[in-house]
């Protein structure tokens, strides 16, 4: 049984990267048809960075999920800070609401945002509402949950003393959470971020019911584009995108691997005076 | 002695509903080592923290040097707490743990420096300063807790379980080292506990809580030999509670015997509870006892037996360095000061009856805190 | 402590932004698109669209047994091994997740076109173009490729969090490896995999990208239909009963799920 499970495990692990193979192999085609090799070129990389439409949409996409991640990661920070001080019954109607988003389709919510707008775009008489604005609304609107799931278990797990042992040496409660409370989150507070930050970055669906021609990301441009021939330039872009995001990957996996092992094995042997 | 610091007045607590603290009234002068003495859930905790400023009562008043406090935050109050699991800043290390208060208070570093190095002195941790709180042990998370607390010269220390955590050894000597600590700094204690034997090592006075009400508030010498009902007399010490009848001053009928006693103030034919503590009984031959009685169980605890006798049906516990085997006929003797005299409370007739001891009765009744859920949504970083 | 006056700015966001166009919704259902009056009209039209919605429901169940059995071993897998490689691997199951899916899809229409790779590399060989693509299985394919990530990290946290001591004991008490993964592992990991079908079955039926792509008109699913009432066919009152109808299929569905799992309203925590 062992043996069986390791081997599917080997193949999934292929499945799941053949796309990945695929885009990067035909980010050095020379013909633009993504399933005939024609030759080896650099000429789409060449391409895409002398390019002025991808990238400006690429810097689009990076702008919403930078501004929506930092919003939603505050917003939801305190919104945990909050819940978590709540009664039960509030706590579960609270933690309801944040279901909501997560359980139901990207589809509904993009659908709905877009009524929504619409529906105010005509009482207020705003002639073209969907934009930046509705777009940011929207990503904040999917990425609070993710905050907000990955924050509480912080705070379950802190030492409910500690906020009162700050209080207790003098802090106000708002120095008590800066100097204390925040350090002992701030790991769900970043993978809370990190989360928000892909998630807005690649977001599709709901991005496509409420975008406006003035704000385009590229996931929406990808998809308009590929009721058209696509531009072999954008496997070279993504190409270079998934390397960004592994190294990235694999930065943070080494500096906690270092983290965990440094915690373990120094930290008895310091026994330095301070002068 | 010496003057009144703290006060609280009438003091009421109630969380949804449910009354945990019923109308208290204590007062705690400067320099003493007070301890809150009770089962869990007494509120011995809530009283703490109402003196803390963490929780507000409900109704009643707080008074600190006469003045009221009820709605000052904590950290306007000049009172600082040891927690019960410590609360150790977890990202600080020992010196910047110790230095917190004095920070906030924006104190010079080299004020700073001084008196944390004086600190690290009197808990015996020099040379600990950059030491990662979490790789300490509890017994020295437990010193640079206190040190946090006290390098801040509060008038008042609040001291929620903070031995819980330690194993006995530690526990013991950490006992006598803050007493020393609470003597040589001349500081106010507020110690909550529900170990009966750490409230009487250490402290000037013990207030024994139960169900949010003040059951008794004395020296521990009072405390442990004229408890005033069933539930302190249970609660403080291991005791024999038996069911008697005051003919008169200086004379209670036991088991339908007259024995002297020392208690007066009772009216005649009152009925009443008797404390015997099973160190004080003496044990003869059958023959000459003032009441005689089968053992039926025996445990060595080293320093002596505990053993348990049936007197026709009530059985008691016996602590004696000779041993008695099972089944063995044997006599008592009580001396007018073995017998304590308490008046009925609702307490009476719940405890002192020893038919269901067995050896691991000490540790029924101490609950143990849980260790904290650690539920974790997988994040990125994971 | 006033501190939970904090999520008063989150919880006034979610009504405006969640459950506001959430009536919004309702209300488009409920109403004409041309007079604006009150009609049942949108929501009678449903069952000419019900094949659809069944088919939806089809091929995305199927495709969450399938992301359930391929992703169980890896699961398991993965948490049988030391920390260090544990990070790695699954670090290696999120990032296919970072790459745009639009992206992912094409290139398995790549692979799966009558012209691909597939059907050249075959072709070769001397066998005939297989129909591959804009088939059932195409789409299945898709959803099970895009969604098997959402299977494996649910059941992975709650793999790791099985005390290992429990599969020791039920070795003591004499059970053998299937008996100790049917009656300890399989029961343990219940929550995982109810919170993996969900998270695999509510994008997978609710999917439009992926039956464009890897479909064909007789693959249409609902979130096609959807989409173009919206962007084409422009009636967003019928799009409107459809979203509300999928809302409330797909809650009735988690429902039922939660079912198994008893009452815990924190299973849905990724």
Known sequence: MRKVSKIITVIIFIFLYIPMIILAVASFNKGSDISVFN???????????????????????????????????????????????????????????????????????????????????????????????????????????????????????????????????????????????????????????????????????????????????????????????????IYALFTLLFIVILLVMVLMNVLQARDAKQRREIAPLRKKVRQ | MSKELIRLVDCCMAYDGEQVLDNLNLYINDSEFLTLLGPSGCGKTTTLRIIGGFQKPTSGTVLFNGVRINDVPPHKRHINTVFQRYALFPHLDVYDNIAFGLRIAKLSETEISSRVGEMLKTIGLVGFEERKVSSLSGGQMQRVAIARALVNRPNVLLLDEPLGALDLRLRKDMQVELKRIQQQMGITFVYVTHDQEEALTMSDTVVVMDKGVIQQIGTPEDIYNEP????????????????????????????????????????????????????????????????????TGITFKGVHYDIIVDFSGFKWLIQTTDFHPVGSYIGIRLGPEDIHIMKKSKYSGMFGDYSSYSAEYDEIGDSELEPAESEEAPGYEE | MKNKFLAGPYLIWMALFTIIPLVIVLYFALTDSVTGRFTLANLAAMKDYLPIFLRSIWLAAISSVICLILGYPVAWCIAQTGPKVQRFLYMLVMLPMCIS????????????????????????????????????????????????????MPLYTVIIKIDPRLVEAAQDLGCDHAQVFGKVTLPLSVPGIVSGITMVFVPAVSTFYISQKLGSSGTTLIGDVIESQFKTAYNPNLGAAMSLVLMILIFICIGLMNRFTGDDDEVMTL
């Open chain 1, 39 to 233: 030759g080896f070129t650099f000429g789409q990389y060449k391409a895409l960075f002398e390019d002025n439409v991808l990238l400006p949409l690429l810097l689009n996409s990076v702008i919403v999920a930078i501004v929506s991640s930092l919003l939603s990661t505050a917003l939801g920070t305190a919104a945990a800070m909050g819940i978590h001080r709540m009664g039960r019954r509030a706590r579960r109607l609270a933690m309801g609401v944040t279901n909501i988003p997560l359980t139901n389709p990207e589809i509904v919510t993009g659908v709905s945002l877009a009524l929504l707008f619409a529906f105010f775009g005509t009482m207020l008489k705003i002639k073209n509402v969907l934009g930046f604005v509705t777009l940011l609304i929207a990503h904040i609107t999917f990425n609070l949950p993710y905050v907000i799931l990955s924050v509480m278990p912080k705070l379950r797990q802190m030492d409910p003393n500690l906020t009162e042992a700050a209080m207790d040496l003098g802090c106000t409660p708002i120095k008590a959470f800066f100097k204390v409370v925040i350090h002992e989150i701030m790991p769900g507070i970043i993978s809370g971020a990190l989360m928000a930050f892909t998630m807005s970055l690649d977001d599709f669906v709901i991005s496509y019911f409420v975008y406006g021609p003035t704000f385009v990301t590229l996931p929406v441009e990808i998809y308009n584009y590929t009721k058209k021939p696509l531009h072999p330039k």
């Open chain 2, 228 to 295: 005033k009902n069933a539930f302190v007399a249970d609660f403080i010490g291991e005791s024999n509670i038996i069911e008697g009848v005051m003919l008169q001053d200086r004379l209670v009928e036991l088991f339908g015997r007259k024995f002297p006693c020392v208690d007066s103030g009772f009216a005649p034919r009152e009925p009443v509870d008797v404390v015997i503590r099973p160190e004080d009984v003496d044990i003869v031959p059958a023959d000459s006892g003032h009441l005689c009685g089968t053992v």
């Open chain 3, 101 to 152: 899916f639009l992206l992912r899809t094409l290139a398995w229409v790549a692979m799966l076109e009558d012209t691909g790779i597939i059907n050249s590399l075959i072709g070769r060989i001397g066998i005939g173009p297989l129909p591959l693509i804009r088939t059932n299985g195409a789409v299945i394919l898709g959803m099970v490729y895009n969604y098997l990530p959402y299977m494996i």
